[in-house]
């Protein structure tokens, strides 16, 4: 009998409520003291096509999921038809016995259980909609896990929808776990709740990257909707009204960054969440909050491009299109959270280096990583180390005191100028998008626009040492040493551990999420550590490994990519490792 | 008290000489002191073009911004501080041809704005090519053997987007138009005021004598009602021998965007502070997850 680790997957078309139900169950996991990491896959479209949710549970903390499956609930043919070779021996297929079961698909070594969903969820629910609940309730009942669970899931959730709702959910639960049961015994894998569990959390890169970045201050969002990155806006605006921010559903990507600009200027912190058709549209409106020193943040959930690209896939293709993205030459801060703690870390530090650094400051995070769901302790995200640091902002007692004329781009020695906000008797300027003097008047005079952009440029130092360093993981000493960025943290980290389960000492990983300014010391030591590298990057023609190179000098000695819209697993990274010499 | 010399700026207008800018300019600093407005007391928010380094050649404050997005930032601004009034101010080019969508948009939203076109029906600080505005026909250097597009009506749109304040002044009509920015500072929600402005280096086809001899004032036009919508957009499309200048049309003023923002509720944006989450929040989104 094999105990909490398994991986459920429950697949079928788009509109069967897949996602929901699925979150749902990886919640009741995480109650019962499982961790989880949950996974939807999913098309472009609103009907139809083969979507999928997997759902990977074990007693110790996860952070990627993986490609084997045990327990696959069918909701029609065509996810046998997907699935069926992933099923590991001993493994079960859920399906509706009302559908035909191609010979073809067959396989010895699985169980097949024939279960009537659709008759169960009609029966007991009213709804045949409701079959993907009987089919989580068939997983209980077959995996043997504690349906009190399912059950506080379902109050919680459903509670709003009225009583009714909530019963017919769960007798529809309880069908479905009385129609598991038969199948248990012939089932070598089971889920034991651990009943004296702390209470964990089960979160998406998405929602916390938005906690981190409410915690910071954020209090204006501004976006046009694009997956992956509208989540964040949905978010923000279902917390709006309680907690005191702003959010616009603007009519097009380059007014939500205009927007975001204009309320930044004004003081407020300011976020744009996007994607990178999105993020195209902004360039020139990102260039504006370079030259006019105006604090922004946008936040990037990567999708395979160029253009409409693979909507509902992972890629992190926009890297070095973020660092250099708008004409002319203006400073920037890039960082790319990697777990769901630095999402919500990145979350607050990104407004206070835009605000320090009085410019755009840019979060590129990814569809894997927006969408995929953790199970981790509530401490893992540390709101008491959160803190706002508006940086050089004229509070309105210095404004009281201030001499005109007000000079809002005064060139000084650290390159940054007391920042005033409109509205004061004593800072009466106008600032331009052209180049300008230290008054913010128009200039074209040589000096001063060496003198302007070199205050630019310089305002940047040190800024280095305030982007978060790279981190470990893995024995000190190690054969291998893997390099990786943003969500590429979870499968490489667990690729790592199945390395050294094999051969100890075989490898560990370097992962960055302070992307520019690169933390050159950190990063300088941490290289200097690394016996042979390998680069690890979700793109084809290795975006971090140039900017690595360009940056340090550093080459890696090998590098593996994948780029066909899926994020990486253990398994593909293992299977691909470059020969070791 | 608000005085002329209290907008008194350091530069001096880099406009042609006859430029309907200057005019409108004077008529800005004009109504402003006319309602007591100071120069820390409106945020001037401008695109790109000859007309909107305005805020430059006065004291004011303002933001200088990108071609055709200042009603995107100006919408920022007053979502971020509605304490403090905010008028655009943009050419034709900017406003209906680059910022049309934004043009729309800022008026069905009825954000408090005051957004002044400086409609000269031609693009001058690019040297002269055919604008949003101009007519079908127009040869310039980018129609050589005339346009083809048919013209942007602004007034018209306005009035079928929604807005309560639809206004044209003229450049060659000075008190006029600072009678007309008054009455829009007044009105709640958005406001557009289209003037009427001779490019005398680019645009002769509608210099000041074609003005003069044609526009006429709606106020002194007997039985003319500018509550009326649907006079006001049959009026809107009066151009020929006659045109007509003033309030096209004042509907009853409707809710603004800002009065209908719950956290706007506790006041501007900018002013309510700006601290950690309390423990009890913490909590509650925690639990949200959890």
Redesign the interface.
């Known amino acids: 009998m094999i105990e909490n680790n398994l991986i459920i997957r429950i697949g079928g078309e788009a509109g069967m409520g897949l996602e929901s139900s699925g979150a749902g169950f990886a919640s009741a996991l995480t109650r019962g003291g499982l961790y989880v990491f949950g996974l939807p896959d999913y098309y472009s479209r609103v009907r139809g096509g083969h979507n999928f949710f997997s759902i990977r549970a074990a007693s110790q903390p996860l952070y990627s999921h993986t490609e084997s499956v045990h327990v696959l609930l069918a909701l029609d043919t065509e996810t046998i038809r997907r699935h069926v070779d992933k099923i590991v021996p001993g493994g079960a297929v859920i399906y509706d016995e009302k559908d035909e079961m191609p010979e073809d698909l067959h396989r010895p070594d699985v169980n097949f259980c024939a279960v009537p969903l659709s008759a169960l969820a009609t029966e007991k629910g009213g709804r045949e909609v409701m079959r993907n609940t009987v089919a989580l309730g068939v997983a209980a009942g077959l995996t043997g896990f504690d349906t009190s669970y399912m059950e506080g899931v379902i109050r919680d959730n459903f509670a709003r929808k009225g009583q009714d709702v909530v019963d017919a959910n769960l007798r529809v639960v309880e069908a479905g776990v009385e129609a598991g049961c038969p199948f248990r015994d012939d089932f070598p894998f089971r889920l034991e709740a651990i009943p004296n569990a702390p209470p964990r959390m089960l979160l998406n890169g998405t929602e916390a990257f938005s906690l981190g970045a409410l915690a910071g201050g954020c209090r204006f969002v501004a976006a046009y909707p694009m997956t992956p990155g509208s989540p964040v806006l949905h978010w923000f605006a279902a917390h709006a009204a309680e907690y005191g921010a702003v959010t616009k559903h603007a009519e097009d990507e380059i007014a939500a960054i205009n927007m975001a600009i204009g309320a930044g200027y004004m003081g407020a912190r300011a976020l744009v969440p996007t994607s990178g058709g999105g993020f195209s549209l902004m360039v020139e409106a990102l260039g504006l909050a370079g030259i006019t020193e105006t604090p922004v943040v946008v936040y990037n959930a990567q999708r395979p491009g160029p253009a409409t690209g693979m909507p509902t896939r992972n890629e992190q293709g926009d890297l070095l299109f973020t660092l250099y993205a708008s004409q002319g030459e203006f400073p920037r801060c890039v960082l790319a959270p990697g777990t769901v703690e630095q999402a919500f870390r990145i979350g607050w530090q990104v407004f206070n280096l835009a605000e320090r650094y009085q410019a755009p400051a840019l979060v590129l995070s990814d569809h894997y990583l927006a969408v995929a769901y953790r199970t981790v302790e509530t401490d893992a995200l540390d709101f008491g180390e959160v803190t706002i640091d508006r940086g050089a902002l004229l509070t309105q007692e210095e404004l009281d005191k201030l001499e005109e004329p007000y000079q809002r781009f005064q060139v000084t020695e650290s390159g940054l100028s007391p920042r005033a906000v409109p509205g004061h008797p004593n800072a009466v300027w106008v600032t331009t998008a052209n180049e300008h003097d230290e008054y913010g008047a128009i200039s074209e005079d040589a000096a001063n626009r060496a003198a302007q952009m070199d205050k630019r440029a310089r305002k940047m130092a040190g800024a280095d040492r305030e982007m978060p360093e790279p981190s470990w993981y893995g024995p000190e000493e190690a054969k291998t040493t893997y390099l990786c960025w943003g969500s590429t943290y979870g499968p490489l980290r667990e690729a790592v551990d199945r390395l050294n389960a094999e051969e100890p000492n075989r490898a560990n990983m370097l992962h960055f999420s302070g992307l520019l300014p690169l933390p050159d010391d950190a990063t300088e030591t941490a290289l200097g550590r690394a016996n042979r590298t390998i680069m690890v990057e979700v793109n084809s023609t290795g975006q971090f490994e140039l900017l690595l190179r360009t940056y340090t000098g550093f080459v890696v000695d090998g590098a593996i990519h994948r780029y066909d819209g899926r994020p990486f697993t253990p398994e593909y990274i293992v299977d691909r490792l470059p020969e070791e010499v | 008290m608000v005085t002329r010399k209290d907008f008194e700026g350091?530069?001096r207008p880099t406009w042609c000489t006859g430029c309907g800018n200057h005019a409108i300019l004077n008529a800005i600093k004009m109504a402003l002191v006319e309602h007591n407005i100071?120069?820390?007391?409106i945020?001037?928010?401008t695109g790109?073009g000859c007309g909107s380094?305005l805020?430059?050649y006065m004291?004011?404050?303002?933001?200088?911004?990108?071609h055709g997005?200042s009603l995107?930032?100006?919408?920022?601004?007053?979502?971020?501080?509605h304490?403090?009034p905010v008028m655009t101010v943009h050419g034709d080019g900017d406003g209906y041809g680059e910022g049309l969508?934004?043009f729309l948009?800022a008026i069905r939203r009825n954000l408090n704005i005051v957004d002044v076109v400086q409609d000269n029906r031609i693009y001058g600080l690019t040297k002269g090519q055919y604008s949003p505005t101009s007519e079908r026909g127009k040869r310039t250097p980018t129609s050589p053997e005339g346009s083809i597009d048919g013209p942007v009506e602004p007034l018209p749109m306005a009035i079928t987007a929604g807005a309560t304040f639809v206004a044209r002044g003229y450049s060659g009509e000075l008190k006029h138009l600072v009678w007309l920015i008054g009455e829009a500072l007044k009105h709640p929600g958005y406001a557009l005021v289209d003037v009427l402005q001779p490019c005398v280096t680019f645009n002769r086809s509608y210099a000041y004598d074609f003005y003069n001899e044609r526009v006429y004032k709606l106020e002194d036009e007997e039985g003319y009602d500018p509550a009326d919508r649907t006079a006001a957009w049959e009026k809107a499309h009066e151009w020929g021998e006659r045109i007509p200048i003033g309030i096209f049309y004042r509907g009853e003023a409707i809710p603004t965007y800002e009065e209908q923002?719950?956290?706007?509720k506790?006041g501007p944006?900018?002013q309510?502070p700006?601290?950690?989450?309390t423990h009890e929040?913490?909590g509650a989104?925690?639990a949200e997850?959890?």
């Open positions: 350091k530069e100071a120069p820390h007391e945020f001037f928010v790109i380094k805020p430059h004291k004011s404050t303002g933001f200088h911004t990108l997005r995107a930032v100006a919408t920022g601004a007053r979502l971020a501080n304490g403090l969508s934004h948009n923002v719950p956290a706007l506790a944006l900018v309510q700006l601290e950690k989450l929040q913490i989104l925690r997850v959890t």
